[in-house]
């Protein structure tokens, strides 16, 4: 039942928050990227690149001449990526390694325009260059093997994050009787079920919450993956959503190729219903089980 796992909470960490502390400890600078490894206590090593683009925009694109210069601005992409190597246990404990991609690999706007040269650059000795996850903390450090700051691995970016990449270990297709059997385990879990009625291979899975709003899947039978996810609140307005595409690797596995989350707020500035926006692409998977 390790599918109905993923699809109800999500294994996978990968981001952390890290403050800076008093005491500066340095490590080697010529450490490699990671070093872990799939060992007998481990369930699954994952390793992949993610880019990600983050940027806002109005909910509805012809209010965008309601917005102010500031939230204009907010809509050009900031990009991001990492490369991550990244271990889960048998026991649901994770051990991550993740490498900031050099700017040069990343899209890059042109001197003098909006994002150009980095806008939110910081001093290099201040960057995080490499962040390690042992045992729910994480460890950033600079370019130079410094430790520039200690966290618990509970960040606001781990809810995207676990979202965008938890399906990552699921890469087989189950046999008839066991996609049943996680099916019946949504029913269980309190999830109604809607065919699609335009899309037979697609199934619409709804779960009412405690505070009236619902939790809605969408599910491609034939993928036996979720396609999109959406929290709704209990007026009926959308709070989040989550998309995937996927395409077929070289052994004919179907792994994500893109993801796509959006979130909604009211802004206290214009007044106008905006979106945050990010977009990630995912490439070189590498996937070992012990299972």
């Given amino acids: ?14 981001f952390s928050s890290c403050r ?12 490699p990227y990671s070093s872990l490894t799939l060992n007998e206590d481990a369930a699954v090593r994952l390793s992949y690149d993610m880019v990600t683009a983050t940027f806002m925009l109005p909910e509805n694109p012809a209010d965008t001449s309601n917005l102010t210069l500031e939230e204009k601005v907010l ?3 900031v990009y991001s990526g990492e490369q991550v190597n990244q271990l889960i246990y048998k026991n649901g404990t994770i051990d991550a390694d993740i490498q900031m991609m050099e700017d040069e690999a990343l899209p890059e706007y042109p001197v003098n325009t909006i994002g150009g040269e980095r806008a939110f650059s910081m001093p290099e000795e201040e960057k995080i260059h490499r962040i390690e996850v042992r045992g729910g903390t994480a460890h950033c450090y600079n370019s130079s093997g410094e430790v520039v700051g200690i966290g618990q691995s509970n960040s606001g970016n781990v809810v995207y994050l676990q979202t965008a990449v938890q399906y990552l270990a699921d890469d087989g297709l189950l046999s008839d009787q066991s996609f049943d059997l996680v099916l019946q ?6 999830f109604t079920i809607e065919d699609d009625e335009q899309h037979a291979h697609i199934a619409k899975w709804t779960h009412n919450r405690a505070d009236g709003g619902k ?6 039978k034939q ?17 989040t959503i989550s998309q995937y595409a996927f395409k ?8 994500p190729a893109v993801h796509r989350f959006i979130t909604y707020f009211d802004s206290p ?3 106008t219903r905006m979106t945050i926006r990010k977009v990630s692409s995912f490439k070189n998977f590498e996937i070992e089980k012990n299972l």
């Fill in 1 to 14: 039942m390790r599918y109905i796992i993923a699809i109800l909470g999500g294994t996978l960490l990968l």
């Fill in 20 to 31: 800076k502390e008093d005491e500066v400890n340095v490590v080697s600078a010529e450490k």
């Fill in 75 to 77: 809509a050009t992409p």
């Fill in 185 to 190: 385990g949504l029913k269980q879990a309190g």
């Fill in 215 to 220: 939790r809605i899947l969408y599910i491609d």
């Fill in 223 to 239: 993928l036996q993956k979720i396609t999109m996810r959406l929290n709704v609140s209990a007026t009926g307005a959308v709070e």
């Fill in 248 to 255: 077929a690797s070289a052994d004919g596995k179907m792994l």
């Fill in 269 to 271: 500035f214009s007044e």
